[in-house]
């Protein structure tokens, strides 16, 4: 089984770097950059052999969500992110294309969502599900930067 | 996929699904292949090396029967080595890796742990195959590795246990592997009267995903069988989480 860190490195580590996001891996496909109360959710998903990256959210009454980027994927990436892709030839390739154009779009068009401004979330449309072990792992982070954390039952 | 019936060469067949002979990458065929294969070494052929490995010689002999130096030969010796040994090292981890598959291939799974997202409990119907959708990142990748991430392309029943689609990674072409390996396999479960559980609830952000090649949102994988179970009958039972055909 491929450990996918390495490649997350090349791809993000521009966004951890500029926006200081703790990072955290989960195990060989799944990995987290931690900011201030939210947390980029970064998979590999071996199914789809495909790459995506998801935003969780501590809410104000101390619940974890993950919410599907889908959305602002559509209405702000463009053809010049897209174009990143590239032509790879084998799964990898593949996945390594989509981490690098999602990381591009999101440093290209998503400085608000970056740097922890949800208003994104008012009226969007995916209300946020409930993870187990996304609430599980993240749930010690951001009880160590000093919020409220609800129990995640076993 | 899981739970596949118990056969005699699992082992091989799955050594085949992986492009691995029981011979590959060990010393013994490594010399005569890359003999074969005119594979030279700084633009000059290694026939001398080879017909002296075919005599049982070491390298240093070899090196001056070639006109170079005992330091050469000994390089020689050292690489051979290496590689025959880094080869086998490989070799003896796939193969080990390949029998532990082997091993749980034939392995009916009729209970499984892993809470899912949907809420569902999961419990094997005795009298029939019971088949698990659901979203890889939310579910089915726990799912699957509770039930030993076996890779197979066996998708018969499994009577009174479980049955997931997990068929091995070289098998993956994302042109082909709707019609090759998901749909059949959705069918054989469709055919059967399979109960369908599923493990995420089927929503839009599930169902759906950006596709970074294109900036077009597709099906995801997952979508795609939600999509075909739908066409051929079935609709989303909320209260048991599952796909009933109406």
Known sequence: MQDYEEMVHECYDPLIKQY???FAKYDDDEFFLIGDGFALYLFVDRRDRRADVRYVLLGSSGSIKTYTLMYIQKQRYRQEDFALYGAPQDIDGRIKSDMTVASAGLQNHCQDILSGDNN????????????RHIARFLAPYFRRQGYYVKPVEE | MFGAAPQANQTDDLAKALGLTPQQGTAPIALPEAKQLEIKENGDPLEPYFNGFDEGRTGEPLAEAAGQSDAQGAALD????????????LLGQRMGELAEDAGNVGKIITK???KPSSGVIFKANPNKTTTILGSFDKDMKNIVNEMGNVKSTDFGARKGGFNVLNVPDELYDPNTFWDLYNKPWLDEAINRGDDIVLATKPDENVLTRIDYSTGQEVLTGFGQEIDYLTQKGYVYDVATNT???S
């Open chain 2, 112 to 114: 499984i742990e892993y």
């Open chain 1, 120 to 131: 994104w979330l008012v009226n969007y449309p995916d209300s946020g599900t409930f993870s």
């Open chain 2, 243 to 245: 796909m009933k055909f």
């Open chain 2, 78 to 89: 050292a690489g051979l080595r290496q590689d025959a040994d880094a080869n086998a090292t």
């Open chain 1, 20 to 22: 200081k996001y703790q």
